[in-house]
């Protein structure tokens, strides 16, 4: 096993994945506050991938009360965007607003290998899940990694990872999102080697929201990814049939990529943790509380109090409160859900020579689009100069199809290529959230 940490604030022990598997050998480099492990194949168990587990701590916690877990979907690609997961600034203001740690994995599957080797857990990637967290608990300095439970996002291959988690570990588990994804609870024809899972009383109390692409089988009914929304209602029933606080969100505008799913699936995630964490770390998770949910019909796009309700409760979409209620209503409709509040202030700006440095936090309703710098008051430049994003609104870090930064890390700097040598400046940083609102 190679571990990827720093032993100290100045010393770093660090290595690359073997030259064998060179679309994983470039991860970005780890320093306090993020924390890396890798594990060859096999070292675990039964995984047969080498894989690599990131971490990204919040400053000054002094104890973790959970984890929010990010996971990549199936094929090259999107195992090697697993890479830069730990530094998606929206996701650490998720996980820094609840004390938790962002924790992001890349599984190194060859890109024709069979992704149900590492996307069911029980094929080796539940243990080897578990063993990084305590061995990045020892390099953090935070051995309750092992014992906080988890918030769980995933897509694709990532989004049956986590509901397999879910059913194997209801107790650990705070909420689960699954972005086009779900575990298997009946027989697929089509691929009969992919082994099912049962629902049992514990897993219904865990709050789910399953949220498939318009074109994955909603609205448009051939192609490749047409059986996502087949399996995701068949999933959906399963559970709410049960009793489970399952919902659908359905993205009107994609496909299988992410869209702009994580300004709602932030917002939800958000409603359950506050919900369901514990005010001290190490306790028991809290009763997910039904009083105030709000139902909709499925592939509806109105919900109403429960009470008020007069479909089927069976068949309901389940959302927990009336807040959650209105942003899903804006989701299901266009994506464009509303935000009224300015981003943080960037920190920390620095000028050396004609280069600026800053930081920043995330907007946490809507992230960052971009920087402004103003010189002298004037706007000068904006950073990056071209935001790109093709699944959904444009954002600081870019986004690859598995809702990642791109690689390389875009970094918070500018150089002022027409500053005139001997003349004093005065230079100001504003943040611009996906909105347009921006910072003071």
């Given at each position: 096993m190679k571990h990827f940490h720093f032993l100290s604030l100045s010393l770093a022990v660090a290595t690359t994945a073997p030259a064998q598997n060179p679309p994983y050998d470039k991860p970005p480099e780890v320093e306090p506050p993020y924390y890396r492990v890798r594990y060859e194949a096999k070292e675990t168990g039964d995984l047969i991938f080498p894989v690599q587990y990131t971490v990204w701590i919040p400053e000054g916690v002094k104890k973790l009360r959970g984890i929010v877990v990010h996971q990549h979907g199936c094929g090259e690609g999107s195992c090697k965007s697993g890479q830069t997961g730990a530094w998606d600034l929206h996701w650490q203001a998720l996980a820094e607003k609840h004390d938790c740690a962002l924790?992001?994995?890349?599984?190194?599957?060859?890109?024709?290998?069979?992704?149900?080797?590492?996307?069911?857990?029980?094929?080796?990637?539940?243990?080897?899940?578990?063993?990084?967290?305590?061995?990045?608990?020892?390099?953090?300095g935070h051995p309750e990694l092992a014992e906080v439970p988890w918030a769980l996002w995933g897509h694709s291959g990532g989004g049956h990872w986590v509901g397999g988690m879910t059913l194997l570990y209801p107790e650990k588990t705070i909420a689960v999102w699954h972005r086009s994804g779900v575990p298997l609870v009946k027989k697929n024809p089509d691929r009969p080697s992919i082994k099912t899972y049962t629902i049992s009383d514990a897993a219904i109390?865990?709050?789910?929201?399953?949220?498939?692409?318009?074109?994955?089988?909603?609205?448009?009914?051939?192609?490749?990814?047409?059986?996502?929304?087949?399996?995701?209602?068949?999933?959906?029933?399963?559970?709410?049939?049960?009793?489970?606080?399952?919902?659908?969100?359905?993205d009107p505008l994609t496909g299988h990529?992410?869209?702009?799913?994580?300004?709602?699936?932030?917002?939800?995630?958000?409603?359950?943790?506050?919900?369901?964490?514990?005010?001290?770390?190490?306790?028991?998770?809290?009763?997910?509380?039904?009083?105030g949910a709000w139902?909709?019909?499925?592939?509806?796009?109105?919900?109403?109090?429960?009470?008020?309700?007069?479909?089927?409760?069976?068949?309901?979409?389940?959302?927990?409160n009336a807040e959650i209620a209105s942003k899903w209503m804006h989701y299901v409709e266009d994506t464009a859900i509303p935000d009224k509040t300015p981003p943080p202030s960037p920190t920390g700006?620095?000028?050396?020579?004609?280069?600026?440095?800053?930081?920043?936090?995330?907007?946490?309703?809507?992230?960052?689009?971009?920087?402004?710098?103003?010189?002298?008051?004037?706007e000068i430049a904006t950073v990056p100069e071209k935001t790109k994003n093709p699944h959904g609104r444009p954002v600081f870090q870019g986004l690859q199809y598995s809702d990642t930064p791109a690689a390389p890390?875009?970094?918070?700097?500018?150089?002022?290529?027409?500053?005139?040598?001997?003349k004093t400046y005065e230079y100001r940083v504003v943040t611009e959230n996906t909105v347009g609102l921006r910072s003071q």
């Open positions: 924790f992001a994995a890349s599984y190194e599957q060859p890109q024709d290998a069979d992704c149900q080797m590492w996307c069911d857990p029980r094929h080796g990637s539940a243990k080897a899940f578990q063993k990084s967290l305590a061995d990045l608990g020892k390099a953090s109390d865990v709050p789910m929201m399953c949220n498939p692409g318009t074109e994955e089988g909603v609205t448009v009914k051939e192609g490749r990814f047409a059986g996502v929304w087949p399996a995701n209602e068949t999933f959906f029933r399963e559970a709410r049939g049960k009793g489970g606080l399952i919902g659908i969100a359905v990529a992410c869209g702009n799913q994580r300004y709602m699936a932030i917002p939800w995630l958000d409603a359950c943790m506050s919900a369901r964490l514990p005010e001290e770390s190490g306790g028991a998770l809290n009763t997910m509380p039904t009083k139902l909709a019909p499925i592939l509806g796009k109105k919900a109403s109090p429960a009470d008020q309700f007069e479909g089927d409760l069976k068949s309901a979409i389940w959302l927990p700006l620095s000028v050396e020579g004609n280069k600026l440095t800053w930081n920043a936090r995330a907007d946490f309703e809507t992230g960052i689009a971009h920087f402004i710098v103003f010189r002298n008051g004037e890390l875009v970094k918070m700097e500018f150089v002022d290529e027409k500053a005139e040598s001997g």
